[in-house]
């Protein structure tokens, strides 16, 4: 019976002990492998005396050793912490800090980007790296441990003795206020969505799943879930240029794959090998809407393909999924609830709404986070009881509240309007216009600044920045950019810089974000 997240690993290496779990590069580990390797971690943490969910922070790029992590922590009775690796020093030391990380795994070269910033993470005893030491630094009540091998078969059966209903991850999004929110999920709620996601795209032993997305996301964490959980083998993809997708598909026969619209679009104007194109037995799309043109496109290209349009949150790792046998009829839905989970559309005051009506999009069962980690106030505000679900012979139950607004037609199906809250949704990522602000500010090029998101067909939305210039000059917009670069990630920079003598304020003295929204939607 699984009922923690590394019974995914362990229980297949019961059933499917040699065929092939994990592939990166050119390497490729069997179940029994990866679960020997994961065991090897899991006795490092021990011996560095980690407690019952202490959290065990991720630092990575995709590669094996991240993935053993990912299940040597859960074994050991920790909660890990996948941290996406284009983060900087600064956001990934705010993430250590938050989660009161005891534990880091990370390269000798990350560890020393982050050597400036450890200081305010008060809670981190250890760092355990991947590879060679080399040149490190001096880090004051940190010790660093090199990478463990893996244990000998007889322990092929360690146990932990953690509760599914403890938590197993704290997966990291952006927040409104421009601080990351912990997305706390239990054993159970991983497994669940294991289930509910294998059950749609009917996985089996026989697929090749890319994994072509950041494992700190939900969506791809997703991949090792679903394929682990039905023995299926795994392939890691890590920096996509994609004119290598084709040949790695190709190399390793992929069945599926699920991608953002941004390399979606990248990826159906390619040439791809007819046995690449013959494999691949479904293709899926989260993180935004797939135009309407692009998805007739990668029909053209995979014309064997099922696609499966998909909706999701990190609160509650997937909602909805249209049915491939919809897509005609209806390719602009998001579907029905997946399975093993209800999805109401309701008013502001919690009544369902009619056909037709625009309501918030309210996911309730198996796959509802726990909250966000050490935010009370925020868990209250998004994690609610379940509207009219006051029955006095039903415990006490919380639903997650999107803040995304849809519309449910006559036959149940939903339509995706919009967000309710101002959060940016470019190239998969969720993005605080806060934290691009802040980094705007922070160049001390601008007096006032306001990042919106625009609708953009490649990006799903791509960033905006009116900005009124410090100073009685010109805005200095390719030093602005310059500077932001090298404070956020790429897909967090700007793409657009607007100068604006004064930006627009609403009556209550916040910036107008509505009207700035849409004078640049016209």
């Not at 299940?71 to 956001?91: D, E, H, K, T, Y």
Request: net charge negative; proline share 7%.
């Amino acid at each position: 019976m699984k009922t923690n997240f590394h019974h995914l690993l362990s229980d297949a290496v019961l059933a499917y002990p040699n065929n092939r779990a994990l592939s990166s590069d050119a390497v490729t580990l069997t179940y029994r492998e990866l679960w020997l390797s994961a065991l090897g971690v899991k006795s490092a943490l021990e011996q560095m005396a980690l407690a019952r969910q202490d959290r065990v922070a991720i630092y990575l790029d995709k590669r094996l050793e991240t993935v053993s992590a990912l299940f040597g922590a859960s074994a050991a009775g920790g909660i890990f912490v996948p941290i996406n690796p284009l983060l900087r020093p600064s956001q990934v030391s705010f993430i250590l800090a938050d989660s009161g990380a005891r534990v880091l795994v990370t390269s000798a070269e990350r560890l020393n980007q982050l050597a400036d910033c450890l200081g305010t993470c008060p809670d981190l005893r250890h760092v355990l790296l991947v590879d060679g030491a080399g040149d490190l630094p001096v880090l004051p009540n940190v010790d660093v441990h090199g990478w463990p091998a893996a244990l000998a078969p007889q322990r092929h059966h360690a146990e932990g003795h953690t509760l599914d209903v403890d938590l197993a991850a704290i997966l990291y999004t952006s927040g409104s206020t421009g601080k990351p929110k912990g997305v706390a999920l239990s054993h159970r709620n991983l497994l669940a969505g294991a289930e509910s996601v294998s059950h749609y795209l009917a996985n089996s032993e026989r697929d090749v799943i890319l994994a072509a997305l950041p494992l700190s996301f939900d969506a791809g964490l997703s991949q090792i879930t679903t394929g682990f959980l039905v023995g299926a083998h795994v392939v890691l993809l890590n920096y996509v240029i994609p004119q290598d997708v084709p040949r790695i598909c190709q190399r390793h026969g992929v069945t599926g794959i699920t991608a953002v619209p941004p390399l979606w679009i990248q990826l159906a104007e390619l040439n791809w090998p007819e046995e690449a194109r013959n494999n691949l037995r479904y293709f899926a799309n989260t993180g935004g809407r797939m135009p309407r043109a692009l998805l007739g496109r990668l029909r053209e290209q995979f014309p064997r393909a099922l696609p499966f349009l998909m909706y999701g949150l990190t609160e509650a790792f997937r909602s909805t999924y249209l049915d491939p046998s919809e897509i005609d009829r209806r390719p602009s839905s998001i579907g029905k609830a997946i399975p093993n989970t209800e999805i109401l559309v309701v008013r502001p005051d919690g009544s369902p709404c009619d056909p037709g009506e625009q309501g918030e999009l309210v996911h309730r069962g198996a796959l509802v986070a726990q909250g966000y980690w050490n935010d009370p106030a925020r868990t209250a505000e998004r994690f609610r009881p379940v509207p009219g679900r006051d029955q006095p012979w039903r415990s006490a139950e919380l639903a997650v509240f999107s803040g995304d607004l849809v519309i449910r037609d006559d036959e149940g199906f939903l339509y995706y309007v919009g967000r309710n809250d101002e959060m940016i949704k470019t190239s998969g990522y969720r993005v605080s216009p806060t934290e691009v602000e802040e980094a705007a500010f922070d160049t001390r090029l601008v007096v006032d600044a306001v990042a919106v998101g625009v609708d953009d067909d490649r990006l799903g939305q791509k960033i905006v920045l009116i900005a009124s210039p410090a100073g009685s000059g010109p805005l200095d917009v390719v030093g602005l950019l310059s500077q932001m670069k090298q404070r956020l990630p790429l897909y967090m920079v700007p793409a657009v810089v607007i100068e604006r003598a004064a930006i627009p304020r609403s009556p209550n003295g916040k910036f107008d974000r509505v009207l700035l929204r849409q004078e640049l939607a016209a």
